[in-house]
């Protein structure tokens, strides 16, 4: 299966636009892209989901081009709380299935 | 509402034992999955039920296995263990609303598995 891949860090200061990008050639046709942040220790927690387009809610924007081979997650002014490790989530296709995997992620740090 | 609890959140075992790990869903949501995340990974699939059948599995050996009951909530049984099955183990559910496997998913703690 084609891995789906991500930056592995990316450095910000407080109050700046940080982008990451999810690079995802194989997803499967019926499945949606799903974005977590995560602490060490805990769960994956929800951030947002899209299809294709431009999803936005209360605290990121998800940018999905139309062939729909990587997604773009924005977290708009970031602050030192959102230091994390940050994943996609897609459906890769496997045969006639697809199957749950995560992108390699990236490990945010925000610094003052 | 209670969201995703697993039990327990920690667990020693040796090579060679058999471990059991539990998982209840959020209030209204049917569907089950299952992750392990070693240390610095990330999580990996493992398997997925719904309507107490696994839809989706892995590349996970057979000495995974799981089962869900009737009121959706979900067991993982690993056989065998080996000193690489320590990792967190994460349970994630999610309402089957849009018929996909990545309708949003909604992640429990974790139950951490060290094997000696």
């Known amino acids: 299966l084609a891995k789906t891949t991500q930056p592995i860090s990316m450095d910000s200061y407080e109050g700046q636009e940080v982008n990451i990008t999810c690079s995802h050639n194989?997803?499967?046709?019926?499945?949606?892209i799903t974005w977590y942040q995560q602490f060490p220790s805990q769960g994956p927690r929800f951030i947002i989901q899209g299809y294709k387009t431009k999803v936005t809610n209360e605290v990121a924007s998800l940018f999905i081009p139309a062939d729909r081979k990587s997604s773009t997650l924005s977290l708009p002014r970031v602050s030192l709380s959102d230091t994390a490790v940050y994943y996609c989530l897609v459906g890769v296709r496997a045969g006639t299935a697809s199957k749950l995997t995560f992108g390699t992620g990236t490990r945010l740090q925000v610094t003052l | 509402d209670a969201g995703v609890t697993q039990s327990p959140t920690h667990l020693i075992k040796t090579r060679g034992q058999q471990v059991t790990l539990r998982c209840s869903p959020k209030?209204?949501?049917?569907?089950v999955s299952w992750y392990q995340q070693a240390l610095g990974q990330g999580p990996q699939f493992i398997f997925q039920?719904?309507?107490?059948?696994?839809?989706q599995r892995g590349n996970f050996p057979d000495r995974f296995s799981g089962h869900q009951f009737p009121n959706y909530s979900s067991e993982l049984n690993v056989n065998a263990l080996l000193l690489g099955d320590s990792a967190l183990y994460l349970c994630a559910s999610s309402p089957r609303l849009q018929g996909s496997s990545t309708d949003t998913q909604y992640f429990g703690p974790g139950t951490r598995l060290t094997v000696l």
């Open positions: 194989n997803i499967a046709t019926n499945d949606y």
């Open positions: 209030s209204g949501h049917d569907t």
């Open positions: 039920y719904y309507e107490e059948e696994e839809r």
